[in-house]
């Protein structure tokens, strides 16, 4: 099995993930303790939804363990040609942007400071108390090796029989002819009774005394907020679940050096799950619909007026549509792929614009292809068997591909 520094990709696990597998991919490859990083995602996304970010960013650039493929090229077709590094890139500069515009305040030192932290906690504590010591005992095999050698050499002693004359008749099939000598079987290979398992024994469980800090950290915290909103300062359900996130989070980091209490780790979890929802919700942050969508029509009482996907890959199916009066459609993906197919029979108009990517037209007279920034056009679709309604569709894609055929 590669070591981490050899693995060619860093991957997300199957085992061992609690979310997306992100920090236990991480983990692996640094050789970190996986709960470290989450709680480090956990506090960064109080600073301007950083840790939000980052851990949306590594989900989309960190494929699943036994695969190559980015989720970022499944959830956007048109960077599969793009390289590797331009990805990356692209995908960091996304991810800067968008922290500067949903939280610009509040972000300061504070992820220098988690940073410090896991280092000194993880990487550096880990090679300070944890570093493996030096071997200077022989091991057993290199003590059966000498034992070995001294057996060799031990044939020339008294009990060994030497053949006398030429003439001197073979010994007898079976017979002995040396005493091998008496040596003291290496100790490290004999079983002791020490290193027995004792009858009705049971492995180490794991103690509830750190449960204790936990309740007291996040105790202490809930009274410093009601303290504070005495004083004038806003005490939001918010801030409570912050406070008692914090000191939830510290008993984690405390725990890294003895054994974790039981259930901690998930409510933990529960906890920094729902500070983030009321997180969102305060903030009046809409999350994103994002995903592979596939429509298909056959009558105008069923088409609706408009279709949304904001990231992902949109497949709207026109090819049996009948309509029994002239209708609308206004189609939209933010970031991703539509694929459109408009009807055969129906007289079709669709205006399409492309503000950063591909457009693709098919089944007219003169196939069409553009690539670019700010795309925009009209290309009509007549009726093929004589259709007298007509269908109106506005298609734009913000950044990504649009794909019309018939």
């Known amino acids: 099995m590669p070591s981490p520094d050899q693995l060619p990709v860093i991957s997300r696990p199957r085992t061992g993930a609690l979310a997306g597998g992100v920090c236990a991919g991480l983990a692996r490859r640094w050789q970190l303790d996986p709960n470290l990083l989450r709680i480090a995602v956990v506090v960064l996304t109080f600073f301007g939804g950083l840790g939000l970010v980052a851990y949306a960013a590594c989900l989309l650039l960190m494929p699943r363990e036994g695969s190559t493929e980015v989720p970022l090229r499944r959830l956007l077709p048109f960077t599969r040609t793009w390289p590797n590094r331009t990805l990356v890139v692209v995908t960091i500069a996304a991810a800067v942007a968008l922290v500067a515009a949903v939280g610009t305040q509040g972000i300061g030192l504070g992820p220098m400071v988690v940073i410090f932290c896991v280092w000194f906690f993880g990487i550096r504590g880990r090679n300070v108390h944890t570093a493996p010591p030096q071997r200077s005992e022989p091991t057993p095999f290199e003590r059966e090796a000498e034992h070995w050698r001294q057996r060799l050499v031990e044939q020339d002693t008294p009990g060994y029989v030497e053949a006398a004359a030429p003439a001197a008749p073979l010994a007898a099939a079976g017979e002995q002819r040396w005493t091998q000598p008496y040596t003291e079987p290496a100790s490290d290979l004999a079983v002791r009774d020490d290193d027995l398992p004792v009858k009705g024994s049971r492995p180490a469980r794991r103690r509830w005394r750190l449960w204790w800090l936990a309740l007291t950290l996040a105790g202490g915290a809930v009274l410093a907020v009601t303290v504070l909103g005495h004083l ?108 459109l197919v408009v009807p055969s029979g129906v007289t079709t108009q669709v205006d399409w614009t492309v503000k950063a990517g591909e457009y693709n037209a098919t089944g007219t007279s003169v196939g069409e292809s553009r690539g670019g920034f700010d795309l925009e056009g009209s290309t009509p679709y007549p009726a093929g068997g004589g259709g007298t309604h007509t269908l109106r569709v506005v298609a734009e894609v913000g950044l990504g591909e649009l794909d019309v055929k018939r």
């Open 232 to 339: 004038g300062l806003p005490a939001t359900p918010l801030a409570y679940a912050a406070a008692v996130l914090a000191g939830f989070g510290v008993t984690l980091v405390v725990s890294t050096w003895t054994r974790r209490p039981p259930l901690l780790l998930p409510v933990t979890l529960l906890t920094a799950v729902a500070t983030a929802s009321m997180l969102v919700t305060s903030l009046g942050v809409r999350v994103p619909d994002a995903g592979e969508r596939a429509y298909s029509f056959r009558s105008g009482a069923d088409l609706p007026a408009s279709i949304e996907l904001q990231a992902g890959e949109l497949t709207v199916d026109l090819s049996r549509l009948e309509l029994a009066s002239d209708q609308s459609l206004s189609v939209h993906v933010g970031a991703g792929q539509l694929n």
